[in-house]
C-alpha cells in the first residue's frame, strides 16, 4: 500500500518567479501541491500543470483566514509544510530610501511570515512530526554586500533569517522542522516585481555617478544566474530528506556568500564590487570628488 502523497502550501506562485517554480518541482517528486498567490491570473503556468491554486494576500487577514478554510477543507486538516515565498524587492541607497515604502516591504517579507504561520500552525501541528516551516530568505540576509543599493531588502531577509531561528527553536517540542531556505543568485522575473522602480532620485548624493549608479541599481540579477528549474529541483530534493538540513543554501554565488561568514568583514567586497558595478561606482566619485577639490584650490 503507498503512502499517502505529503502536501505542502507555497506563497508567492505568480508565473515566472521561483514560487512557480518550487510549485512544478514539488509537482514533479509526488507531493501535492497546493500554490497561491495574490492574483490568480498570474498564476497560469502551475495551474496549466493541473497544481491546485487557491488566492492568498498575505497582507490581508480575511485571506488568510479564507485560505486556511480552504486548505483545511482540501486536506482534512493536515499540512506537512508551508513554504514562504511571497516576498518583493526593493532597490535603492539608503541615504534616498523612502521610510514609507520601507515599511511596507517589511510588512510583506517579515511580518506577513508571523501572521500566515500563526494561522496555518494547527495544520502544521496536525502533521507532527512530518511538519515542516520553510522560510525562504536570501544570501544577503548574511552578506549584505552581496545586493549593494538593497539594504532594506537585505535587512529584510536579515530580519526573516532571524524569525526563522527563533521558529526553529519555538516549534522544535511540537515536532514542526523549521528550515532556512538561503536563495543566491536565480534567473526569475523578481527583479521586474521590486517595490520601487529603481531610479536614483533628482538630489541623491550620487548623482554625481549617476550612470554607474543605475547599473549598480540594475544589477539586481547577477549573470549567469542559475536556472530556476535546476534551482527549484535541488530545494525540493533537499526538503524531501526525512531531516532536511536547517539552513538549505541554493543557487548562484552562495558559496562565497557561506565562505563570507568565516572570513573577515569586507573580505570579498573587492570581489562583489567587481559583479555588481559597485567598485566601477566607487571610482566614478573618487574622480568626480578629486576634481572638484581640485578646482577648490
Given at each position: 500500500m503507498s503512502s499517502p502523497k505529503r502536501t505542502v502550501l507555497i506563497t508567492g506562485c505568480s508565473?515566472?518567479?521561483?514560487g512557480s517554480a518550487l510549485a512544478l518541482s514539488f509537482h514533479k517528486a509526488n507531493w501535492r501541491v497546493l500554490t497561491s498567490a495574490r492574483n490568480l491570473t498570474k498564476t497560469t503556468a502551475v495551474s496549466a500543470a493541473g497544481i491546485e491554486t487557491l488566492q492568498l494576500d498575505t497582507l490581508s487577514a480575511s485571506s488568510i483566514a479564507s485560505a486556511v478554510s480552504r486548505v483545511t477543507e482540501l486536506?482534512?486538516?493536515?499540512?506537512?509544510c508551508i513554504v514562504h515565498n511571497a516576498g518583493a524587492g526593493f532597490t535603492m541607497p539608503l541615504s534616498d530610501v523612502d521610510v514609507a515604502q520601507a515599511k511596507e516591504l517589511f510588512d510583506l517579507n517579515v511580518f506577513s511570515i508571523i501572521t500566515v504561520t500563526q494561522a496555518f500552525l494547527p495544520l502544521l501541528r496536525n502533521a507532527a512530526p512530518d511538519a515542516l516551516l520553510v522560510?525562504?530568505?536570501?544570501?544577503?540576509?548574511q552578506t549584505a554586500g552581496m545586493l549593494p543599493f538593497a539594504g532594506v531588502y537585505n535587512a529584510s531577509k536579515a530580519a526573516a533569517a532571524a524569525l526563522a531561528e527563533t521558529f526553529r527553536i519555538e516549534l522544535a517540542p511540537f515536532g514542526i522542522r523549521t528550515v532556512n531556505l538561503l536563495t543566491g543568485a536565480v534567473s526569475t522575473n523578481f527583479g521586474a516585481n521590486r517595490v520601487v522602480n529603481p531610479t536614483l532620485p533628482a538630489d541623491s548624493m550620487y548623482a554625481i555617478a549617476r550612470e554607474e549608479a543605475q547599473v549598480v541599481m540594475d544589477n539586481t540579477c547577477?549573470?549567469?544566474?542559475?536556472?530556476a528549474a535546476q534551482w527549484a529541483e535541488q530545494v525540493v530534493a533537499d526538503l524531501s530528506r526525512r531531516k532536511p538540513a536547517y539552513w538549505i543554501w541554493?543557487?548562484?554565488?552562495?558559496?562565497?556568500?557561506?565562505l563570507a561568514g568565516f572570513?573577515?568583514?569586507?573580505?570579498?567586497?573587492?570581489?562583489?564590487?567587481?559583479?555588481?558595478?559597485?567598485?566601477?561606482?566607487?571610482?566614478?566619485?573618487?574622480e568626480v570628488l578629486r576634481g572638484e577639490k581640485d578646482k577648490a584650490v
Open positions: 508565473d515566472g518567479g521561483m486536506t482534512g486538516g493536515t499540512l506537512n522560510i525562504h530568505t536570501s544570501g544577503s540576509s547577477v549573470p549567469d544566474a542559475s536556472d541554493r543557487g548562484k554565488l552562495v558559496t562565497p556568500v557561506w572570513l573577515p568583514v569586507g573580505a570579498l567586497d573587492f570581489v562583489m564590487g567587481g559583479i555588481t558595478g559597485l567598485s566601477a561606482m566607487e571610482k566614478r566619485i573618487r
